[in-house]
């Protein structure tokens, strides 16, 4: 694909050589005359200078003094993404069942669908166009799943989930199991019935091994656009917002709310029927405690949560004990000293 090619599906500008063919996409580090890569960040920038890259994505302010061959758009990683999906295309799955798959009664599934080995669809379970269902995966009874979406191998739906378009789920990812839910009944744990659904929006992305579990009672919902990263647990009637990210071993209790283009890092554990407010950032390894709220806006780190300012203090505090310990020990030595004295 040549680099005027590359300019005009951006509708972007160019400068340098439009004619110049660019086959694969690189890390400036590594890029060769024949592929492309972009520059996001001061860092990049400098970086740049010495990169053999044959076409650069950069901003629009970029300054340009060596006459580079570049691609000038408003947002260069969001550009890169995209070129990166021309010039290396996922394989399209070949449209079919094979003959290893078993069929519910009932079932109705796409023309344009491509059903793996050994896949397992229960009754009366709707798959939809292009809709891509590889080996090994277990779908259960009234299940839909919208156009265009990808279950990659081993993936397990439980009976009565919904899934929109063109959602990706990952392998090993579980959606509907039932919710935790016991009750102490005559000192031992009775099972509480999990009779919800879960319903999944349009172009959400699920990471290998992670769980969504079915509601109790009512639905546990994932908004459009999510994006859940590997071994991420949502728990029972939860209700995650559109354009969520959540990155990886997270964890969701029952209950828990979170509202749209909210940011929540790895490794976080929310409690009880918390509420993660519009746009709120929670960092890497935080707690949130049963039923707090985390105000729309707000960053938020450490266990329990506090608000980065609050956290970074605390930190800084914390840094200074062992030289205040040594200062508490030589201010009591002279209280002993004046104290001796005055005997």
């Not at 959606?175 to 009944?185: K, T, V």
Request: hydrophobic share 45%.
């Amino acid at each position: 694909m040549k680099v005027r090619e590359i300019a005009e599906w951006l509708a972007a500008t160019f400068e340098g050589d439009g004619e110049r063919e660019i086959r694969e996409a690189a890390t400036l580090d590594a890029a060769g005359v024949a592929e492309v890569s972009f520059v996001a960040t001061r860092k990049a920038a400098a970086e740049a200078q010495s990169s053999d890259a044959g076409c650069l994505l950069v901003c629009i302010d970029f300054a340009n003094p060596g006459g580079r061959t570049l691609i000038r758009v408003a947002e260069p990683r969001t550009a890169f993404a995209r070129v990166i999906r021309r010039l290396h295309p996922v394989p399209q799955a070949i449209a079919g069942i094979e003959p290893t798959a078993i069929i519910g009664d009932g079932a109705v599934i796409a023309a344009s669908a491509s059903i793996g080995a050994r896949v397992v669809i229960g009754q009366e379970t709707i798959i939809g166009e292009g809709v891509s269902i590889a080996a090994g995966s277990v779908i259960g009874r009234r299940v839909e799943i919208g156009d265009g979406s990808t279950l990659h191998a081993n993936v397990t739906i439980y009976d009565d989930v919904n899934i929109g378009c063109r959602a990706i789920l990952h392998s090993g990812c579980v959606i509907g199991a039932d919710g935790f839910g016991f009750a102490m009944a005559e000192g031992r744990y009775e099972k509480f019935p999990q009779i919800g659904r879960v319903e999944i929006g349009d172009d959400v992305e699920i990471g290998a091994n992670s769980c969504i579990d079915r509601a109790a009672l009512g639905v546990t919902w994932i908004g459009d656009g999510t994006k859940l990263d590997n071994m991420v647990h949502v728990a029972h009637n939860c209700r995650i917002g559109r354009h969520v990210v959540v990155a990886a071993q997270t964890g969701f209790s029952g209950g828990v709310v979170v509202e749209d283009y909210a940011v929540i890092g790895g490794q976080v554990g929310i409690g009880d029927k918390a509420r993660i407010e519009r746009g709120a950032v929670l960092g890497s390894g935080c707690g949130i405690l049963t039923s707090k709220i985390v105000r729309s806006g707000q960053v938020v780190w450490g266990t329990p949560a506090r608000p980065l300012k609050e956290h970074l203090e605390l930190l800084a505090n914390l840094s200074r004990l062992p030289e205040l310990r040594k200062e508490m020990r030589r201010l009591s030595g002279r209280v002993a000293d004046l104290e001796g004295k005055h005997k």
